[in-house]
């Protein structure tokens, strides 16, 4: 995944990152409602047309995103709960990004990015309901071509360059299919437990 790649080249910047956080007595949970509240503000700043500036704030939402498990790892304080919290603000960030989209299409007038919106919301939703629902039943389901990592990063980068429709085709499309993938995955890995 292109994730777990990125996190393997931006090692020697993230570690000695979390450990300040750490010294500074930032706890993950802290790191992840900050992310969260990053977001929130993405999402006005997106919703008063404000996009390339919306696509700068994202990247420290997207930071926060990506430190609070190594942060949480670091001060050895992983629990059920943080991980919980952290995948349901994620969430809810996801939600209020596009929400954020949603009002700036309405304001124009804009049938054809609302549709793209509506679409590129259901299919992150199943995404991340079909790895959870998954695992529910012991089926592990990191599978696809577009798990959060990749809807961001496509997200940012259309953000900072001003080509937001171009970012919701894509995502309404992929992350559509990604769900597809994993409901395929996860047919195939109960299907092999009945032979």
Same mark, same amino acid.
């Given at each position: 995944?292109?994730?777990?790649?990125?996190?393997?080249?931006?090692?020697?910047?993230?570690?000695?990152?979390?450990?300040?956080?750490?010294?500074?007595?930032?706890?993950?949970?802290?790191?992840?409602?900050?992310?969260?509240?990053?977001?929130v503000i993405?999402?006005?700043?997106?919703?008063?047309?404000?996009?390339?500036?919306?696509?700068?704030? @994202?990247?420290?939402?997207?930071?926060?995103?990506?430190?609070?498990?190594?942060?949480?790892?670091?001060?050895?304080?992983?629990?059920?709960?943080?991980?919980?919290?952290?995948?349901?603000?994620?969430?809810?960030?996801?939600?209020?990004?596009?929400?954020g989209l949603?009002?700036?299409?309405?304001?124009?007038?804009?049938?054809?990015?609302?549709?793209?919106?509506?679409?590129?919301?259901?299919?992150?939703?199943?995404?991340?309901?079909?790895?959870?629902?998954?695992?529910?039943?012991?089926?592990?389901?990191?599978?696809?071509?577009?798990?959060?990592?990749?809807? @961001?990063?496509?997200?940012?980068?259309?953000?900072?360059?001003?080509?937001?429709?171009?970012?919701?085709?894509?995502?309404?499309?992929?992350?559509?299919?990604?769900?597809?993938?994993?409901?395929?995955?996860?047919?195939?890995?109960?299907?092999?437990?009945?032979?």
């Amino acid at each position: 995944m292109l994730d777990d790649w990125v996190r393997s080249k931006t090692n020697w910047f993230m570690i000695p990152f979390t450990r300040l956080l750490a010294r500074a007595g930032i706890s993950p949970n802290v790191l992840t409602l900050i992310g969260f509240l990053l977001n929130v503000i993405v999402a006005w700043l997106l919703a008063i047309g404000q996009q390339r500036l919306g696509g700068v704030v @994202f990247i420290f939402a997207g930071l926060c995103d990506s430190l609070d498990g190594t942060l949480a790892r670091e001060m050895a304080t992983t629990s059920r709960f943080g991980a919980f919290f952290d995948s349901v603000l994620d969430r809810f960030s996801e939600g209020i990004v596009f929400f954020g989209l949603l009002l700036s299409a309405f304001k124009r007038g804009d049938l054809v990015d609302l549709i793209l919106i509506y679409a590129a919301v259901i299919g992150s939703v199943i995404v991340s309901y079909t790895r959870a629902r998954a695992e529910g039943i012991g089926v592990e389901c990191r599978t696809g071509l577009f798990t959060r990592f990749e809807r @961001f990063f496509i997200l940012m980068i259309a953000l900072l360059l001003g080509q937001v429709r171009l970012a919701l085709w894509v995502l309404a499309v992929f992350a559509n299919f990604t769900a597809l993938q994993r409901i395929y995955h996860v047919w195939q890995a109960t299907r092999k437990g009945k032979d």
